[in-house]
């Protein structure tokens, strides 16, 4: 079993930056393909950005170029470094883990998943 907890959410004004992190417990982590995924109310939850164990990434179109995802094996934690945010961006996010050794855009890859972190956006 694996626990992911992650933290670094908050306000910000649009154009600004704001780093998530996700730690997770155990001692599998650099195994895991890692993925952040993003959701608010009344909608499905999002993909935004998916790094494996080699460190390959794959991003969401509309967040492509201005987020990083990147991940600290030594430190359990996975990252994402978001900037130039903007008022769409708002979401609460969420990371997850997939003991699948390939990148998946969809919440049935992972099979672990966080408490979500808010990101709010403001105009």
């Known amino acids: 079993q694996v626990q992911l907890v992650e933290s670094g959410g908050g306000l910000v004004q649009a154009g600004g930056s704001l780093r998530l992190s996700c730690t997770a417990s155990?001692?599998?982590?650099?195994?895991?393909?890692m993925g952040w995924f993003r959701q608010t109310p009344g909608k499905e939850r999002e993909f935004v950005a998916t790094i494996n164990s080699a460190g390959g990434t794959v991003y969401a179109d509309s967040v492509k170029g201005r987020f990083t995802i990147s991940r600290d094996n030594a430190k359990n934690t996975m990252y994402l470094q978001m900037n130039s945010l903007k008022p769409e961006d708002t979401a609460v996010y969420y990371c997850a883990a997939s003991r699948r050794g390939y990148n998946s855009i969809t919440t049935r890859g992972y099979d672990y998943w966080g408490q979500g972190t808010q990101v709010t956006v403001s105009s």
């Open positions: 155990g001692r599998t982590f650099s195994s895991y393909t």
